[in-house]
């Protein structure tokens, strides 16, 4: 069972709608309760990181989020969030891994970079099994993880940024899966079989 | 690097979808569920699925057939048409859009922008544009471009994009349905105005209109309808044509 966060900051239709076709168990919910019963976590995220901080907060999560042990899957700012700080606001994040989210240059790109974007791999990991070593993915996001230990797979526009990151029970996604065709429900499949692996 | 994409336009009436020439005469299409699903499977980068009658009407937007379209693509959807306030922008959300595309309201709040990016992020709100030229200048135009304005459309951009647009959606009334190409002056005058990605719309009717919008034009991406409903340009054909062309395109 896969546990949807709800914060009034994600497009929870849309990734429902992504992991109903893709036939996996799972539940919405703002609350930490039925959330610490799921076998994996998925935070979306839409909108600003200091309003979906102060969403997170207001509702206990924060802790809970940033000490879960099984599988965590963070998208677009749902995995910005996972981050020590966002320059967005500035925001202070969850802190799961190093690092500032910054904004893109508006010199060298448009701003939001929005539209489907290369992600090429770097190393591999289970979560992008079957899925092109170079896959075009769905995008939409003015602000930025650096490529760093953590990045296994990356894209470019105006800067090279992470597009997918792994450390080890939190994965972030900086596309949005559930809008990525098919490329982006075999990613969302990788996710729901992992989670069974880690199975309560 | 980015690609540019191609995004077919799904005007609705009264459950259907329609197609006209400069937004007038519209003949029957066929239904959203089956034509959202054709495209999102054939290809295409984005849906836009505009309810046309809601402004006019006053009335709230097609909730309904919002929801049953996103549950069959699994490619960006946004969402237009009698939008009003923060709170139909976010019940489209709900209902499974991930963008709207904010027009009438607008013209007499653009402000909705700004409390919108707040809650929900410049790159899930489009502001849309309905352009008519009069007298050598881009005049907008507002509910299903009925109503005059005396807003300048490159004024106009600067304004919504300042308010909080991620995105604008730019449709030359002149040349809509007509397939004799975008407004491509108009689109490379944005282009060096505004910093926000531009979807190009009206006027499509060859393979060489799209590329020309996009290379001329600058335009990131090009809206389409008669030539996918009517099975003119296979959207397949078209991106092959277009990377064949040199531009980045998702095939």
């Not at chain 1, 839409?46 to 997170?56: D, E, I, Q, W």
């Amino acid at each position: 069972m896969i546990g949807v966060v709800d914060y009034e900051a994600g497009n929870i239709s849309s990734i429902s709608n992504a992991l109903s076709r893709i036939g996996a168990e799972f539940i919405v919910s703002g609350e930490v309760a039925p959330l610490s019963r799921c076998d994996g976590i998925i935070l979306p995220g839409v909108g600003a990181a200091p309003g979906a901080m102060v969403s997170l907060q207001k509702r206990g999560l924060t802790e809970f989020l940033s000490t879960f042990r099984n599988p965590l899957l963070g998208i677009c700012l749902g995995m910005q969030l996972l981050y020590q700080e966002s320059e967005e606001g500035p925001t202070t994040c969850l802190g799961v891994l190093p690092g500032v989210v910054r904004k893109f240059n508006g010199s060298t790109s448009k701003i939001p970079h929005m539209g489907w974007n290369v992600v090429e791999r770097t190393s591999e990991i289970a979560l992008m099994q079957g899925i092109d070593r170079r896959e075009y993915f769905y995008f939409a996001h003015s602000y930025y993880a650096e490529v760093d230990a953590s990045s296994v797979a990356a894209t470019k526009e105006g800067v090279l940024f992470a597009a997918v990151i792994a450390k080890e029970n939190y994965f972030g996604v900086q596309f949005h899966p559930e809008k990525s065709g098919n490329a982006g429900l075999t990613l969302l499949h990788n996710f729901e079989v992992l989670c069974k692996s880690f199975r309560r | 690097m980015l690609t540019r994409r191609i995004i077919p336009c799904l005007d609705v009436l009264n459950g259907r979808v329609v197609k006209g020439k400069k937004f007038q005469n519209l003949v029957d299409v066929g239904d959203p569920v089956e034509l959202a699903a054709r495209y999102s499977d054939e290809g295409a980068d984005e849906l836009v699925l505009l309810d046309i009658s809601a402004s006019l009407e006053e009335r709230r937007p097609f909730f309904e057939i919002v929801r049953q379209v996103a549950k069959c693509i699994a490619i960006p959807l946004t969402v237009g048409g009698g939008i009003r306030t923060l709170e139909d922008i976010l019940d489209l959300l709900r209902c499974g859009a991930d963008k709207v595309s904010l027009n009438t309201v607008l013209a007499h709040d653009p402000t909705l922008l700004a409390r919108g990016a707040a809650r929900v992020g410049s790159q899930a709100l489009v502001g849309a544009i309905d352009v008519l030229r009069i007298n050598g200048s881009w005049s907008v135009h507002i509910k299903s471009g009925t109503q005059y304005t005396r807003l300048d459309a490159l004024e106009w951009a600067k304004t919504l994009v300042k308010h909080g647009a991620g995105e604008l959606l730019i449709t030359s009334i002149d040349m809509d349905g007509m397939k004799v190409g975008y407004d491509i002056e108009l689109l490379d005058r944005l282009a060096s105005t505004v910093n926000v990605p531009l979807i190009a719309s009206g006027g499509a009717g060859t393979k060489q209109h799209i590329l020309e919008a996009l290379n001329t034009g600058k335009a990131d991406a090009v809206l389409a309808a008669s030539i996918f409903h009517f099975h003119e340009i296979p959207i397949k054909e078209l991106k092959h044509y277009l990377h064949a062309q040199g531009i980045p395109i998702r095939l």
